[in-house]
């Protein structure tokens, strides 16, 4: 499996401030993700980051707001822009690796922020 | 587009005892279904997988099973012990992690 590094691995930030995620895996991969996780919840897709071009984002969520870099195919980040309190969350790094004829998704460890 | 349930939310067990966590999934396009287990602090940690031309998988204490036609799969953990205790996600996608959807997770307590 592959081994994914996130950093920070926490954060507590002002209000209007950004906060820049860096996501790092072990080996090359296909497909990177961020995905945010409110307490107590499950997971929620934020976009795919596309190695070479801009990020695809799932509905609820634009480029404006988490912008996100993939320079590379083992790195990406995920900047978290004008804070407010309802952006406190987990923030979470995922990488698909082929297995076969299907991807295998593995996670980071989480960047757990608080806004205050 | 895909939608995943998954029951219970909570489960407590007695050490010993077997655990078991059930999914629907909606989009019969899906063809790979993981489940992730999250420890408090950590991230998910896809902990087995099935794929759909399987109908049964078992890794040691942890076995997945799939009805494709009734679109629904499951968690059985065995023997569960204090360890076991963490949250649970099943999943489901159709080109395997291109578009996965998760369950809403099954926290799950396993009692000395």
């Known amino acids: 499996s592959a081994v994914i590094s996130q950093k920070p691995s926490r954060d507590i930030c002002q209000r209007g401030t950004s906060l820049t995620i860096q996501c790092q895996v072990d080996?090359?991969?296909?497909?990177m993700f961020w995905y945010r996780q409110q307490p107590g919840q499950s997971l929620t897709l934020i976009a795919t980051a596309n190695q070479g071009s801009e990020a695809t984002y799932e509905s609820g969520f634009v480029i404006d707001k988490f912008p996100i870099s993939r320079p590379n195919l083992t790195f990406s980040t995920l900047t978290v822009s004008n804070m407010s309190p309802e952006d406190s969350s987990i923030y979470l790094c995922s990488a698909d690796r082929l297995a076969g004829t299907y991807n295998e998704q593995f996670f980071g460890p989480g960047t757990r922020l608080t806004v205050l | 587009g895909e939608n995943v349930e998954q029951h219970p939310s909570t489960l407590s067990v007695q050490e010993g005892d077997s655990a078991v966590i059930k999914c629907t999934y909606s989009d019969s396009a899906s063809n790979y279904f993981p489940w992730y287990k999250q420890e408090l602090g950590k991230g998910p940690q896809l902990i087995i997988d099935?794929?759909?031309?399987?109908g049964e998988k078992k890794d040691q204490r942890i076995a997945v099973t799939l009805n494709k036609t009734a679109k629904h799969f499951s968690l059985h953990i065995t023997e569960t012990q204090p360890e076991d205790s963490a949250v649970y996600f099943c999943?489901?996608?159709?080109?395997?992690?291109?578009?996965?959807?998760f369950g809403a997770g099954t926290r799950l307590f396993v009692k000395a």
């Open positions: 999943a489901a996608s159709d080109t395997g992690g291109f578009k996965t959807i």
């Open positions: 099935i794929r759909s031309n399987v």
């Open positions: 080996s090359q991969v296909t497909m």
